[in-house]
């Protein structure tokens, strides 16, 4: 039997002498893995489809449990991805974070289609705040979004406030004085909150802010997944 799904290629894993398995974010049957043969013979025909941020529609055939890719139609292949380093990698950590939080058998369809707006933003953009501000959105997709209103325990405003905690087992900022959570920034704080659309201080937002922000979610994401973002942390250093 054969399917057709709209997909996004988050990772490709070496399997025998010329085949891949690939990862695969789909519109339709959430986060699935699929074969993929010959792709690594010179001249394979589906080698795109093998390729880091491929946006295709994939046409896989099912035998029992497991699925192989046996044809593909390119929707974008991305390519501006590939000729800027710090975009490369900003988009490597996306796909490892997609990956990272969540499961098979689970509906990403909002996931996916931001996966894809995220790519196209970072192909014309400023790729940092595009990926924060999808990290964000991940999260809360996968059920551990990171609270950005007033202290939980004494319920002051924080959006002035130049130290703060951040509570990772609850994923919260606190004030200073509450809670036992790691020392974190105000500017870190007012970030995130402009990347979330939220109101914030605008004089808290430092040229080093988005790094400082993309620093906790590196440290974040794999607490609560138990994955390390190794393209997060390349990208950090790069930036
Ligand atoms: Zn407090």
New binding site residues.
């Given amino acids: 039997m054969e399917v057709k799904v709209n997909a996004v290629m988050l990772r490709a894993t070496d399997y025998k002498e010329n085949d891949k398995i690939l990862t695969l974010l789909t519109a339709e049957k959430g986060k699935i893995t699929a074969g993929i043969r010959g792709v690594k013979k010179a001249g394979a025909k589906l080698k795109f489809a093998a390729q880091p941020f491929c946006f295709a529609e994939y046409v896989l055939a099912r035998t029992g449990e497991r699925y192989t890719v046996v044809g593909a139609s390119e929707n974008e292949s991305f390519y501006d991805l590939r000729t800027d380093i710090n975009k490369f990698y900003a988009a490597c950590a996306a796909m490892e974070a997609a990956d990272a939080l969540t499961y098979e058998g689970e509906d990403c369809s909002r996931l996916f289609s931001s996966t894809v707006r995220l790519l196209s933003q970072i192909c014309v953009g400023d790729e940092r705040s595009a990926l924060i501000s999808y990290l964000l959105e991940a999260l809360r997709y996968a059920g551990y979004g990171i609270s950005l209103e007033n ?1 939980p ?2 319920r ?1 405003e924080l959006i002035n406030e130049n130290i703060l905690r951040f509570d990772f087992p609850a994923g919260v900022f ?2 200073r ?2 809670g036992d959570g790691e020392m974190a920034s105000g500017v870190t704080y007012n970030v995130m909150r402009k990347l979330s659309s939220k109101p914030f201080a605008e004089e808290f937002i430092t040229p080093d802010g988005e790094k400082r922000a993309l620093r906790i979610l590196r440290e974040y994401i794999p607490y609560k997944t138990g994955s390390a973002l190794k393209s997060l942390a390349e990208y950090i250093r790069l930036i």
Wanted: hydrophobic content about 0%; charged content about 25%; overall charge neutral.
């Fill in positions: 202290c325990y004494c002051k606190t004030c004085d509450c």
